[in-house]
């Protein structure tokens, strides 16, 4: 008697030979698809990863392609092991950029779940993603390029060894951000002084006047913190009344002048030096001043100034002393004839410097006040104190003291300063009352209740009272009336 419920056992293949797909076997128990390809002599196989037919025919015919791209002996190499690649490969790097480095591989590792022996290969750019996203919060965008350029440099190295046939940091989600605008911090005259002596009257520090003679020269020579640290007597030629100084960044030769306002620092430190007259001693001491700067700031209430903004103080004084800018440029060790100088710096220098943009103002105007001229730098000013870009060019030109060489625009305007007017805010709502503080053309700057100056065209303003001057009659003839348009005809007799 038989025993219907025994089992039944199948002796056929374990793996099927799908047909019409070379190369693409189907697992008879699990549903799974497998690719087998011969290479070389050498048999290949590859699991695709799904039960589904279609995907799996995409797979394999990746698998296919990278075959002649990708090596089949470093294939299975682990993400511990590129990243030991990548520093090698990255060690004739500056220090710093090592540095930044390895915070970098240290934050990706500790977020990063899977574990250093993962292989490389099975990397997706979605996990890659997943770790931008978890650090992009915290991040400034140049800080977010740096982090996507660590990938991007970490897996172009895998391609190239062929450990992989393409990048996946290629398809990040967004692998690069627009650098912010940066927030320039300038101290002034009486900032910067306010800073050396709250630096020099520090009792409890043994380094107080090393610190203070080192923020002080970083400020009147406008040099950066690498090359002053770095700076030897021998390169101070007291003969040419000059500094050579090497650029670090670029590695390159420059000289700086002894200033006249730097030429007394520089004596003191000289005769400190008692004896040691050595041409290769540091001039200072210290090889950086960033804390006990941050602290004087601190102590002093200001702005948080860098070493990078006392550089820049001393440009904008030479800037405003009327130096020009290429020479500027050549004593910082540019190499661009002051294109840098004229874009970046000039806009901190002159746009919150009341006192500098009345006395430049003044040279445009000639005869006009320094004062009545400012109007036009203040009618572009919110109440915060932000410059706004003006939205037309125009300058307020008093209506009865023309330039010379030109005529009177007044003849077309029938405003003056001082009139009383009605307009709209922002062009909508109801009417309100605003004063005229400057006219030019067929157009008036208004002051509004809200304390904003407003160009108006004079169709958009009312007059609230207008007072026309009587007319003295020439003779008792009355005018002829002519219509718009048409000319009078003579009557025939």
Not at 371 to 392: C, D, F, T
Request: hydrophobic share 35%; net charge positive.
């Amino acid at each position: 008697m038989v025993n219907i419920l025994a089992p039944v056992v199948t002796t056929g293949p374990t793996y099927v030979k799908v047909a019409n797909f070379p190369g693409l076997y189907r697992h008879a128990r699990s549903g799974r698809y497998y690719a087998c390809k011969k290479q070389g002599g050498i048999r290949r196989e590859r699991s695709l990863g799904t039960c589904d037919r279609k995907i799996a025919e995409r797979r394999l015919k990746e698998w296919t392609g990278n075959l002649e791209k990708v090596d089949a002996e470093v294939e299975k190499t682990t993400l511990h092991e590129l990243i030991g690649r990548y520093l090698v490969v990255t060690g004739s790097m500056s220090e710093s950029s090592r540095v930044t480095d390895q915070s970098i591989i240290k934050r990706f590792l500790t977020f990063w779940s899977h574990g250093k022996d993962y292989q490389v290969r099975s990397i997706r750019p979605s996990m890659l993603d997943e770790w931008l996203t978890h650090e992009e919060p915290r991040l400034r965008n140049v800080t977010y390029n740096r982090y996507a350029g660590f990938l991007k440099q970490l897996f172009d190295i895998a391609v190239k060894d062929r450990i992989i046939s393409e990048s996946p940091a290629k398809l990040l989600r967004q692998g690069w951000k627009k650098p912010q605008a940066v927030k320039r911090q300038v101290p002034s005259v009486a900032q910067f002084e306010a800073i050396v002596a709250d630096i020099r009257a520090q009792r409890f520090s043994d380094h107080a006047e090393h610190t203070a003679d080192f923020v002080e020269f970083l400020g009147l020579a406008g040099l950066g913190q690498a090359e002053a640290s770095s700076l030897t007597w021998g390169d101070v030629d007291w003969q040419r009344n000059q500094i050579n100084v090497r650029r670090h960044k670029t590695d390159t030769h420059f000289q700086v002048p002894i200033y006249e306002h730097l030429r007394p620092l520089l004596d003191k430190m000289n005769r400190a030096r008692r004896g040691k007259r050595s041409p290769a001693s540091l001039v200072f001491k210290i090889k950086d001043a960033k804390k006990a700067l941050k602290a004087a700031c601190d102590r002093l209430k200001l702005p948080a100034f860098c070493q990078r903004s006392l550089r820049q103080h001393l440009i904008g004084r030479l800037w405003k002393a009327g130096v020009d800018r290429k020479l500027i440029a050549q004593w910082q060790g540019h190499q661009d004839g002051g294109q840098l100088i004229l874009d970046t710096y000039t806009q901190v220098f002159g746009s919150d410097d009341e006192e500098y943009v009345r006395g430049q103002l003044a040279k445009i105007g000639g005869g006009t006040t320094p004062a009545v001229m400012l109007s036009s730098v203040e009618a572009y000013r919110s109440p915060s104190g932000v410059m706004k870009g003006p939205q037309k060019s125009h300058a307020p030109v008093d209506p009865h003291s023309a330039p010379a060489g030109r005529s009177a625009p007044a003849a077309v305007n029938p405003y003056a300063k001082g009139d009383k007017v009605l307009t709209k805010l922002g062009g909508k709502g109801e009417d309100v009352e605003a004063e005229v503080v400057a006219v030019w053309k067929d157009e008036v700057q208004v002051k509004t209740p809200d304390g904003e100056l407003r160009w108006r065209t004079i169709r958009t303003v009312q007059p609230i009272k207008v007072v026309v001057a009587p007319q003295e009659p020439t003779s008792e003839v009355k005018p002829s009336v002519r219509r718009r348009g048409k000319p009078m005809r003579k009557k025939r007799r």
